[in-house]
């Protein structure tokens, strides 16, 4: 079992850059494959982008790809989603989790564990 927190979500207008952080608590860390989502509201959550076990490889929704760039540091058990050229469009919950089986999808239904998510807002 793992607990996450994400942080790190704000305000910032278009074009804009932040950086989501999600802290796992627990000594498992880098036995789960890690992913972010997001749900903007009225809407389905939605795959935003994942990494390995390792970190070496990942996965982007393809909305995404150029623009986010997913990473992790398993010796401070922390997970990164780099958001640069920020759209209105982007607006949203941003939520981490990780797969115990070692899942490598995008499907909701993959991951085990959630965290409370963050807040992003993208506007003028």
């Known amino acids: 079992q793992v607990q996450l927190v994400e942080s790190g979500g704000g305000l910032v207008q278009p074009g804009g850059s932040l950086r989501l952080s999600c802290a796992a608590l627990?000594?498992?860390?880098?036995?789960?494959?890690m992913g972010w989502f997001r749900q903007a509201p009225g809407k389905e959550r939605e795959f935003v982008a994942l990494?390995?076990?390792?970190?070496?490889?990942?996965a982007y929704a393809d909305s995404m790809k150029g623009r986010f760039t997913i990473s992790r540091d398993n010796a401070k058990n922390t997970v990164y989603l780099q958001m640069n050229s920020l759209k209105p469009e982007d607006t949203a919950v941003y939520y981490c989790?990780?797969?115990?089986?070692?899942?490598?999808?995008?499907?909701?239904?993959?991951?085990?564990?959630w965290g409370q998510g963050t807040q992003v807002t993208v506007s003028s």
């Open positions: 989790a990780a797969a115990s089986g070692g899942s490598f999808r995008s499907a909701t239904s993959a991951y085990d564990f």
């Open positions: 627990g000594r498992t860390f880098s036995s789960y494959v």
């Open positions: 990494v390995s076990r390792s970190g070496g490889g990942t």
